[in-house]
């Protein structure tokens, strides 16, 4: 009955959320076991967590690193790095959305700020706009896998996994996606004849492998400090802020600072010295930082405006959470999430079997539904069978959200597709179909962090 209601108001054009919220209260004025005010209750409840504290301050950290002028740095950085190559806008694209991706935590934000700029640079540059916008899609689906992401926040706070381990989860899957991606895009370029778009000068491209260097040698040279030396942490990490803001002044570094963003993230968490979500207060400061002190690209009529479009996708979001928080708790109490499992265990007690049925699933549903509601669905129906087969709930939450992801590229309800769309000036069948070889790597990726969980925890169980 409740599943039926819900199918019924979906069909008729209401919200997901709407639908979710809608369809428990009209199941529960049906059977008249428990007051209406229960609706109400168990979706307050569904909020009330620490944990997605983190969510409005993500979002306002990517908001911020998104109008303070760092998308048009990441992409020098990446031109000057693998512009050269053949090929090498596309490959631009790629390690851009890398980068971009440790900041923005969304596959939408990736694609509609780096896209716009991604795009008109790649037509200009004579690629077709098909191309641009099928490369642009698929590396925005990194945006949630590397880290920062929130949708490992939710599924994070709806499965009761630590959300630092998920952050450390999608590092490795991130780059082997984007190694993909850009393995793809040499194809395309040695099938087409096409040629790097800068010329390869040492001074460019030893200084882009220097920022580079400074990215991956700066932490490590903390953690040294800190972890082996017995150094004092803070005046450590004083010294070495300082350093650091000097060497970018002196060299005029184009992305270090941004990219220290999921650097501050993850060590901070590894390290214990902050939660996911004063993690996410951690990015909102570094954000500010530079753009209002050091860049000096904000001012304050640009803050409010931010604020207010953090605040609007924020209640968009917890709204979603609110209301799933209802559907599945009517769901798990009507029997409906048992009942699905023991079908499931009847049929299958094989672990590669069952991924294979819920990758599936989680395709087909990505197709029709905003990725934080799928996740609030899925995860009471599918992680109590994950539990039962001894399936790792980071290693499932990885596959879970790389499945959203690709659903977000296809009709009918694929947000990256009419972002795209829009930016491209392309229809959206045209789009579709500039779409659909770009699902080579992204589902060659699917199935490797799918069926090589090794892949998704050797990082995760180094730290936790």
């Known amino acids: 009955m409740l599943k039926v209601l819900f199918l019924l108001l979906m069909s008729g054009g209401l919200p997901v959320a709407i639908a979710m919220a809608g369809s428990a209260l009209l199941y529960i004025l049906y059977s008249g076991n428990l007051p209406p005010f229960v609706v109400i209750h168990r979706m307050v409840s569904g909020i009330d967590s620490f944990p997605l504290l983190a969510v409005p301050f993500f979002i306002l950290a990517g908001n911020l690193m998104n109008n303070a002028g760092i998308t048009n740095r990441i992409y020098n950085y990446a031109l000057a790095l693998v512009g050269w190559l053949k090929g090498g806008l596309g490959h631009v694209n790629v390690v851009g959305s890398v980068v971009f991706a440790g900041m923005s935590g969304t596959a939408i934000a990736d694609a509609a700020g780096l896209g716009t700029i991604e795009i008109k640079a790649m037509k200009d540059h004579g690629y077709e706009t098909e191309f641009a916008v099928g490369v642009t899609a698929a590396s925005a689906t990194l945006g949630p896998i590397i880290p920062p992401s929130l949708p490992f926040v939710i599924y994070g706070m709806m499965a009761n996994v630590s959300v630092g381990a998920l952050f450390l989860a999608g590092i490795l899957p991130g780059v082997i996606m984007a190694f993909l991606m850009m393995c793809t895009v040499a194809y395309f370029a040695h099938k087409n004849g096409w040629g790097g778009d800068i010329k390869f000068e040492w001074p460019r491209v030893l200084k882009a492998l220097a920022e580079t260097a400074v990215v991956i ?248």
């Not at 265990?345 to 549903?365: C, G, P, R, S, Y």
């Open 217 to 464: 040698v700066w932490p490590v040279s903390i953690w040294l400090l800190v972890a082996k030396a017995g150094t004092q942490p803070q005046l450590t990490v004083l010294i070495a802020g300082i350093v650091l803001f000097t060497a970018d002044r002196i060299f005029r570094f184009q992305a270090v600072l941004p990219i220290m963003t999921p650097v501050l993230l993850i060590g901070g968490m590894t390290t214990g010295v902050f939660t996911p979500t004063e993690g996410a207060i951690a990015a909102c400061l570094w954000a500010i930082v530079l753009g209002f002190a050091w860049y000096r690209t904000l001012n304050w009529k640009m803050f409010v405006k931010i604020c207010l479009d953090t605040v609007e996708t924020t209640a968009t979001v917890l709204f979603i959470v609110a209301a799933a928080s209802i559907f599945g708790w009517m769901l798990t109490a009507t029997g409906v999430t048992a009942a699905i499992s023991s079908w499931v265990l009847a049929f299958t007690k094989e672990q590669w079997v069952f991924l294979l049925l819920a990758n599936l699933l989680m395709l087909f549903v990505g197709c029709f539904l905003e990725p934080t509601a799928a996740i609030t669905i899925l995860v009471p129906i599918l992680v109590p069978i994950c539990q039962q087969l001894g399936i790792d709930l980071v290693h499932f939450g990885l596959v879970m959200v790389l499945n959203l992801m690709i659903g977000l590229l296809h009709p009918p309800m694929g947000m990256v597709l009419f972002v795209l769309a829009r930016v491209a000036k392309l229809s959206v069948e045209r789009t579709t179909i500039a779409i659909l070889p770009w699902l080579v790597p992204l589902l060659a990726s699917l199935v490797l962090i799918t069926y090589v969980p090794k892949a998704v925890l050797w990082l995760p169980r180094m730290f936790y």
